[in-house]
């Protein structure tokens, strides 16, 4: 991961001094062990600040909106996919950013660290290649890096960049997996488990709407939860009203979806906000033969018709 840092910044340094960046989006060093956060640079003092490694899991491209000029920013598999549907939805111009991609292996859930740790205090993170030692007040714990992935990065098959300008490092195998079996285990269940699973997981949601924070393609000025007039869904935290949101939510993100964990990462509950958006994901590829994010040519299946398109769900009764 260091060669990976130190690559990125002589890109970046590259990209700023030539004029061709007025900003790198990227990630520095966080105030904790085990965390990574984003930050802007924009001149080439700062290039020095910008890491790479198993923490700097946010997804990028939820800065590109409101970034002004030229945009240089870094971008694993999943932050490029989102890139293409940004692009696709008109938010923002190819011209106007410079992808420099990374492939990723997969990002470390500090939590789970944190939990096999037991609460002991953790000061220090090395990289030991497939394993984190983490030592800290009376811990010294070396951790298999693939065991302590997050849920999306387990099942993700596009760990390389689908789109980049400049290509740091060499590009990762990808997983040979049936990414959705989670959803077809889930699909499995009987019809009262999987409602007493989705009820008892929104029931614990607050309503602080972190997680449409965190979308990359939330992009809405005005969300349909804070549209008054007419007033679509309250504002409690009741089952209906919460259900709601969450169905409405995963509905608007169907073929859109990048599966890059940006919601449950963000969520301060834990609520597993990823079994709707999966679902809708898993059925957008089933009826449509469509992925989200990996063709920057190919219009998204729910904005366009064709003759030929499924029907089936409108049978299903």
Same mark, same amino acid.
């Given at each position: 991961m260091a060669d990976l840092s130190s690559s990125i910044r002589e890109e970046a340094k590259k990209l700023l001094k030539k004029g061709e960046a007025d900003v790198i989006i990227g990630f520095e060093k966080g105030s904790l062990p085990l965390c990574a956060t984003p930050c802007f640079i924009r001149n080439e003092a +700062?290039?020095?600040?910008?890491?790479?490694?198993?923490? &700097?899991?946010?997804?990028?491209?939820? /800065?590109?909106? *409101?970034? *002004?000029? !030229?945009?240089? %920013? %870094?971008?694993?598999?999943? +932050?490029?996919?989102?890139? #293409?549907?940004? %692009? !696709?939805?008109?938010? #923002?111009?190819?011209?106007?950013?410079?992808?420099?991609?990374?492939? &990723?292996e997969g990002m470390v859930d500090r939590k789970q660290i944190m939990m096999r740790c037991q609460g002991n205090k953790i000061t220090n993170v090395e990289d @030991?290649?497939?394993?984190?030692?983490?030592?800290? +007040?009376?811990?010294?714990?070396?951790?298999?890096?693939?065991?302590?992935? /997050?849920?999306?990065?387990?099942? &993700?098959?596009? @760990?390389?960049?689908?789109? /980049?300008? #400049?290509?740091?490092?060499?590009?990762?195998?990808?997983?040979?997996?049936d990414e959705f079996t989670d959803v077809t285990n889930f699909d499995g269940k009987s019809s009262e488990e999987r409602w007493e699973y989705i009820t008892h997981e929104i029931s614990k949601c607050i309503r602080c709407y972190a997680c449409r924070n965190a979308c990359p393609l939330c992009y809405c000025k005005e969300c349909f939860v804070d549209t008054t007039q007419p007033q679509w869904v309250g504002k409690t935290t009741g089952q209906t009203d919460t259900l709601l949101f969450h169905i409405m939510r995963s509905i608007h993100l169907a073929g859109r979806c990048v599966e890059c964990g940006a919601c449950e990462r963000a969520c301060p509950v834990t609520v597993d906000i990823r079994k709707l958006n999966r679902k809708m994901s898993a059925d957008v590829k089933k009826l449509f033969d469509y992925k989200t994010g990996l063709d920057i040519d190919q219009p998204a299946p729910l904005s366009t018709f064709k003759p030929d398109d499924s029907e089936e769900f409108m049978l299903d009764i």
């Open positions: +700062d290039v020095e600040k910008l890491i790479w490694n198993e923490f &700097c899991g946010n997804n990028l491209s939820r /800065y590109l909106i *409101k970034a *002004k000029g !030229k945009v240089g %920013i %870094i971008a694993k598999g999943c +932050d490029t996919r989102a890139i #293409v549907e940004l %692009i !696709k939805e008109k938010q #923002v111009q190819r011209e106007q950013i410079v992808i420099i991609g990374v492939p &990723c @030991r290649d497939e394993r984190l030692l983490i030592t800290g +007040d009376l811990l010294n714990v070396a951790v298999k890096k693939d065991e302590c992935l /997050y849920p999306g990065c387990q099942v &993700c098959t596009n @760990r390389n960049p689908v789109m /980049y300008d #400049v290509l740091i490092g060499s590009t990762s195998e990808e997983q040979q997996t």
